[in-house]
């Protein structure tokens, strides 16, 4: 199937009749078909139809990794400020884990206090009210930080770029740490932490604001191969290609020479 | 008689062409405009509108958590405006407080764009809109709309379709587009009217002065005609954007097609 791409805004009828297996997010159907609420890129292929939008308001969902600075208490544990419309709730039965929490005993602010930095996972979405968080470890999320982090830079995107950020398959990601030393982790409210040295701090951060600012270009990967100097995934693909074809030729005058010889 | 008539129609149609306004414009012609989008860094959205004299900054913070908690709505989202004339604004100085009519202007854009937000996304939430009027000439309130339309979708608030005002009035007899600060004042009507384009929808009409049917008639239809050039440069503003980030659109001569 052709590829579309195609910038509307909010209020642009995208199709008049709504025909597709799959529809994305930011779309509403009235009488005017299917229509785009943002800003953004709508692309269609295989049956479906999707928005990726220029810019969204994070909605969190269940099993989300997050990180979130600690902005007050509660009788029972921390609010926490996830960047999204509403605040999540971090209780604190979650930090103490060999005994009962005991408000009388246990002073919030030893624990965790406004100001410090904390990974949590969402533990449940509700229409109202704040989201719940926890910290508890599923054998899938290794590589995530939970709990109170230290010593790590903070960069910020909006949540719209990090599937570009991370890559198809996180090739992108992965080419980034090829090159960067240190250790990086993505949070999906957009929050990417980092620690390591200062030097290669100021290389990731330039990189993904590259990244942030062309969100919608193709062929980024190969761009921050550039910068970093690295052969992109593509162009060592292509060589190998390349390589093969050669080795062909070689067969191909190898039997040319032992047939002339013949 | 009737050859009578068909003259002073004519001389009436010549009369009507040769209208000249205070400011050197055309009965039907707007004064230069320029939307621009996301012109602040710190605000989640923002825009901002150039109609001749006028000079209007929008900004958008949320969606956020409500308070005081007494007011919030369990269904959907509140609106917040707040329309603002700085200081500066006029050629006396204004006083910051809030007047009369800026609290009434901030209740009818609040109203108009409240149509166009989807506010049932956000129960218990609020979004704030800020329109600072730096400078004004006139009609400040239709470009106010339609910076705040730029402004909500450069934040990313879902919207059913963008909110586009414009202003029509009668002068000496002659009915005209966008009204400037002196007609406005001199003036015998002025009628702006805020629309979602897409919509076929009216969310702002408000009427100063005295208009006979006829006259409002062909006033609605001026204002509409202003609204739609003024919609496709908030389409250009909007798309500008992305533009910048060097989208490239495929497949769209084909559609047209």
């Known amino acids: 199937m052709k590829s579309n791409k195609r910038i509307v805004v909010p209020g642009t009828t995208v199709d008049k009749n709504v025909r597709y297996n799959r529809i994305g997010e930011y779309f509403v159907r009235d009488y005017r078909g299917l229509v785009a609420t943002l800003l953004g890129v709508v692309q269609q292929g295989r049956g479906g139809i999707d928005l990726i939008p220029y810019k969204d308001v994070y909605r969190p969902s269940r099993g989300d990794y997050v990180i979130g600075v600690v902005v007050g208490y509660a009788p029972n544990g921390w609010i926490l400020d996830i960047g999204s419309y509403t605040k999540a709730f971090l209780p604190a039965s979650e930090m103490i884990s060999n005994r009962r929490f005991d408000p009388r005993r246990d002073e919030l602010s030893k624990y965790l206090a406004v100001g410090d930095v904390v990974g949590v996972k969402i533990s449940d979405v509700r229409r109202l009210g704040y989201f719940g968080a926890t910290l508890r470890q599923s054998p899938e999320d290794k590589d995530k930080r939970l709990g109170k982090i230290r010593g790590y830079y903070i960069i910020k995107v909006t949540t719209t770029k990090l599937p570009r950020i991370i890559g198809k398959k996180g090739s ?81 005058e190898d039997k040319e020479v032992n047939s002339n010889e013949q | 008689m009737s050859s009578k008539k068909g003259k002073k129609k004519s001389s009436d149609e010549e009369k009507k062409e040769e209208f000249i306004r205070i400011d050197g414009r055309k009965p039907d012609e707007m004064r230069p ?25 929008a900004a958008v913070y949320g969606p956020k958590e409500h308070f005081p908690k007494f007011e919030i709505s369990q269904d959907k989202a509140i609106l917040n405006c707040r329309y603002h004339m700085t200081p500066y604004s006029t050629t006396e100085r204004k006083s910051p407080k809030p007047s009369r009519r800026e609290i ?105 002065g005295k208009l006979t049917h006829e006259e409002f008639k062909e006033a609605f239809d001026l204002a509409l005609k202003g609204a739609m050039e003024l919609y496709e440069e908030q389409v250009r503003a909007l798309t500008s954007i992305l533009k910048d980030m060097e989208v490239i659109e495929e497949g769209v001569k084909d559609e047209k097609e």
């Open chain 1, 172 to 252: 992108m990601i992965r080419l980034i740490k090829q090159k960067i030393k240190g250790d990086i982790v993505i949070a999906q409210n957009g929050v990417i932490l980092f620690k390591g040295p200062y030097e290669e701090y100021l290389l990731l951060k330039k990189i993904i604001n590259l990244i942030a600012a062309k969100t919608f270009a193709s062929g980024l990967t190969d761009t921050v191969a550039g910068i970093l100097g690295v052969p992109s995934p593509r162009e060592a693909v292509a060589k190998e290609a390349s390589k093969e074809v050669k080795e062909e030729k070689m067969e191909n």
């Open chain 2, 33 to 57: 405009y320029k939307i621009r989008a996301h012109i602040l860094r710190n605000a989640d959205g923002s825009a901002e509108i150039r109609l001749g004299g006028n000079w209007i900054i």
């Open chain 2, 104 to 208: 009434e202007l901030s209740k009818v854009i609040k109203n108009a764009l409240e149509q166009a937000v989807v506010l049932e996304e956000f129960p218990e939430m609020s979004i704030d809109v800020y329109m600072e009027v730096a400078q004004a000439e006139g009609s400040t309130r239709v470009a106010s709309v339609t910076a705040a339309a730029v402004a909500l979708a450069d934040a990313g608030i879902p919207m059913r379709d963008l909110v586009v005002g414009c202003s029509a009035g009668k002068v000496n007899g002659h009915i005209i587009l966008d009204v400037g600060e002196e007609e406005d004042k001199e003036g015998e009507a002025d009628l702006p009217i805020a629309i979602m384009p897409n919509l076929r929808k009216v969310v702002l009409l408000q009427m100063d």
